[in-house]
């Protein structure tokens, strides 16, 4: 009992060690955003700044319009990736539920869809976004990712989509349900953790993309990351300001992250159960 006390201490202690070695790069991020940029670049650097200040925000908020970037984020990520969920989860429900051949060839397909880097097709989609006139506007940003994620969220419902019995649809069937009322009253209620999961993983794809927003935008819809990079070449290096808005552009992630933490790892156990 005490040999298993002691085991129990030890992998406390060593994953408590490893958590804060994978958090040090972003308190170090936290501890520059509230000092003064003198003491940001300062040699030898020091973990805890010496004077609290809010030169970095004020410098950020004046130099950056972080208000307008950050709306065009948010707005993109979150329309985006509901579009990708609710379309997502009802193409891998019929896939999942068609009983056809075809529906092999098509699983098959979104895992090949997923695996495909974004920066392989950027160009074609620049070239398509240019043509049909939607350059610099956030509905580009939209379609293009809610398109990019749609493979992730069909291949992650597919898997819970499998672990529901088809005796359930069968069963609304005979009360005489129609598909979608099947679908919407029956199904999306049991699988309301792999939704969760989905749309937390999605939300969070969208909210840092870089490269596709740096291609498809310039002034009018250019999101947080975009606006950030820019803000490094305009102002050579201004290390303190860009902890700032790293600061700002993460932190919502974080907390987030900290509140979703139970619906995550519900929806990953309950994805891997077959029924």
């Known amino acids: 009992m005490e040999k298993k006390s002691a085991r129990n201490t030890a992998i406390i202690i060593i994953s408590a060690l490893f958590t804060l070695f994978w958090l040090f790069p972003y308190l170090y991020v936290i501890s520059c955003s509230f000092r003064k940029g003198s003491e940001v670049i300062a040699v030898p650097p020091s973990f805890f700044p010496k004077t609290f200040s809010v030169e970095n925000f004020v410098d950020l908020f004046s130099r950056m319009n972080t208000g307008g970037y950050m709306l065009n984020s948010l707005v993109t990520a979150v329309v985006s990736t509901l579009i990708a ?49 939607l350059y610099d506007t956030r509905l580009a940003l939209i379609i293009v990712y809610a ?21 359930l649809d069968e069963a609304a069937y005979v009360d005489g349900a129609s598909s979608l009322q099947t679908f919407t009253r029956v199904i999306l209620p049991i699988a309301a953790p792999g939704l969760a999961t989905a749309f937390i993983f999605t939300l969070f794809l969208a909210w840092n993309d870089f490269l596709v927003a740096l291609l498809l935008t310039s002034t009018n819809a250019k999101t947080f990351t975009v606006g950030l990079a820019g803000f490094l070449s305009a102002y050579s290096l201004d290390l303190g300001p860009m902890c700032a808005g790293a600061f700002l552009f993460s932190f919502p992630v974080m ?4 509140f979703a933490q139970k619906f995550i790892i519900r929806g990953m156990t309950a994805g891997a159960v077959k029924g």
């Open 85 to 133: 969920v609710i379309l997502g989860s009802m193409a891998a429900y019929a896939i999942q539920r068609s009983g056809y051949k075809i529906s092999q060839f098509l699983v098959i397909l979104i895992l090949c869809l997923k695996m495909i880097p974004t920066s392989c097709i950027t160009v074609p989609i620049y070239e398509i976004i240019v043509n049909i006139g």
């Open 255 to 258: 907390i987030i992250s900290m």
């Open 147 to 167: 398109a990019i994620n749609m493979p992730f969220v069909m291949w992650t419902m597919l898997s819970f989509y499998e672990g529901i019995p088809s005796s």
